[in-house]
């Protein structure tokens, strides 16, 4: 439901025909990319999970999922999309609405950004502007308002540039989380948003509709982390299968999700009891960590690691885009409405571990949880992947190598842009690096 | 025991025949737009010089950003891997290696067993590598092999932007219609790239003994502007250009004795 009459105070007007012409080209090539992206997960385990077929299909961005959201958006359900995971999603589900991640991971759209902000920006920030002006992105066009949290530069500004196109609500979130004021600040916040919301689609959020929510979001949070929790020991599935059944969560039906992921849950117990790893347990057993990175283009890293000569294995990441969208509960002590939403806000702002917040000790949150991480999952090596204009990730890397250098692990940083072309010099790093974690061990 | 590393780099392709951990011989070849071929040549001169067949090499090693069109390969080892073989080899106390090509600088730091423990590439940007030179010898019309002596003449330091090749052409005009000297432009040039190159070893830490390999640092320019930005001595060998392939070579000697096809 655009509103064609919203004066563009950014975007510049583009002819439909080149629009059309901008957004069939793009989804030409991005559906072959998803396609290939599949193709070549499937070759790394040839032994795949069966569970992971309906993962496969999930991930086709222009198929069946936002067809049948479309359905449901018939019968009156509205859709409230989202870009950073600070949104509140419990309070759209609670309202009977569909929340949906919107941040665009493709390439070429990037370049469409260009056309209204410079090329330093971050270019996940100017490939969702440029999904947004040509209509690219299924869940972005399908979504009636968007919830967008001002966390870094590029989020604030990002917000501003897409009111061009629809209702957007902006999240004002402390910077600085270990002060007094910040939870208190931010359950207002949440406790506006829940009346925005229930404003918007006319559905009011109720103990038990909010309830219902947080305990359906709970389910999926245990399935999530048991999925990871299975990459703990030898390794029976590949970081890429791993990564695409988390990120699915963003765009999937959550009660469906929750299944499907603790089916695939159930296979992988089956193997590990028959010993059947999908690849060797003496493989590098990496985690990422920096810019999230989004499907369907931006897989390259994940895919170099895991096709690398030396090969890796993603056995854990600290992502956005990845562990950090369900690692968290929400936990209620008593269900009143306070109390949950009070739940709610604490569960947002106090869990994650994203660069954009400080405290009197630093990010040091995210230092700690990488250590337990690596501890935990006998990570061997971390690779802190950040895309050129993503300031925070890239500032806050000496800080985290620091640390990493403590506990003897090595980190490497890997700079990179939304682009296909720089695949041969990124190769080159990453076997570096494995190569290195691959004679370390062998000392 | 005979084997041979290739070192197949944007500009040059470089081999190195190795009879029981000892050179014997060298070859090299432009790359062009056929390395594969460009490395046939390489490796074939070197053999030749050293009156060896093909047959006569237990293990081929590739190394250099076109390693998978190597012909002969019996495997690859990455650059830094390479690098950091070479320059322990070279120089035992060597745990800093700055390798900088035509088109790339890195380090790497490496333990006394010339394992790597950390490395760091130049961001994506030829102004801190070789190509930089030759844009800025272009742009003083002077030959590349005459920039380095000449940079030595010079009697003050001007300082040009290293941001960008392209950037930096622009600053060269800038100094050249200030009317500056050409040796201090060529110093200005040095430099800049010294100034880059050494703040990214520095990001990765030094640990002494510092060795420099590489083509680039045959020039003598080069290196005077690097020691003095990094306020340490650097080691350079014979034939710098040509560690890569060493590198690879020895890797290829320390797999055929561990039997690794």
Known sequence: MKNEKIEKKYTPEIPTKEIEELRNSIKTASQKIMAENIERMKKTDPNRPEAMKYFDEIANLFGKRPTEILAEKEKGKKVIGYMCLFAPTELILAAGAIPVRVNSGWYDASKVGDRVVPVEVCPAIRSTIGAEMIGLSPFLELSDALISVLTCDGMTKLSEILSDYKTVWGMNIPRVKDSVHSLRFWNDEIKLMKAQIEEFTGNKITRKSLKEAIEQTQKATKAFRRLQDLRKGQPVIMGRDAMLVNQAYLWDDKVRWTEKTEALCDELEKRIQRKDWVCSPETPRVLVTGTPMFWPDNWKLPTLVEEANPKGIIVADELCSGERILNDPVGVDEWTMDDMLNAIGERYLMSSTCPCFTSSDGNEDRINWLINKVKEWNVQGVIYYVVRGCMLYGMEYNRIKKALDKINIPAYYLDTEYTREDVGQMKTRVEAFLEMLTARTEI | ?261
Not at chain 2, 41 to 58: H, R, Y
Not at chain 2, 110 to 123: G, H, L, P
Not at chain 2, 139 to 165: D, F, T, Y
Request: aromatic residues 6%; charged residues 25%.
């Open chain 2, 1 to 261: 025991m005979i084997t041979v590393g290739m070192d197949l780099g944007t500009q040059r392709v470089k081999a190195v025949v190795l009879k029981d951990d000892a050179v014997i011989s060298r070859g090299q070849a432009f790359s062009g737009f056929d390395p594969t071929k460009a490395a046939e040549e390489a490796v074939n001169e070197a053999l030749k010089d050293a009156d060896l067949k093909i047959s006569d090499v237990v293990y081929f090693a590739a190394t250099g950003s076109a390693m998978e069109m190597a012909p002969y390969s019996n495997g690859t080892v990455s650059m830094m891997g390479a690098d950091a073989k070479a320059g322990v080899y070279l120089f035992p106390k060597a745990r800093t290696i700055i390798d900088v090509g035509a088109e790339e600088a890195r380090a790497v730091k490496c333990d006394e067993k010339a394992v790597m423990v950390d490395f760091i590439v130049n961001e994506r940007c030829a102004a801190g590598a070789g190509t930089f030179i030759e844009a800025m010898a272009r742009a003083l019309e002077v030959k590349l092999e005459e920039m380095g002596p000449l940079s030595l003449k010079a009697e003050r330091a001007s300082s040009i932007n290293a941001s960008c090749v392209i950037f930096g052409e622009s600053d060269v005009v800038s100094l050249i219609h200030r009317q500056e000297s050409k040796p201090e432009i060529a110093r200005a040039v040095f430099d800049a790239m010294a100034d880059r190159i050494s703040s990214m070893v520095n990001r990765l830490g030094i640990n002494p003994d510092v060795v420099l390999i590489g083509g680039v640092a045959k020039d003598v320019g080069f290196v005077a502007s690097l020691k003095r930005k990094l306020g340490v001595d650097v080691l350079i060998p014979d034939f710098p250009d040509y560690a890569g392939a060493l590198g690879a070579a020895l890797t290829a000697a320390t797999r055929a004795k561990e039997g690794k096809k």
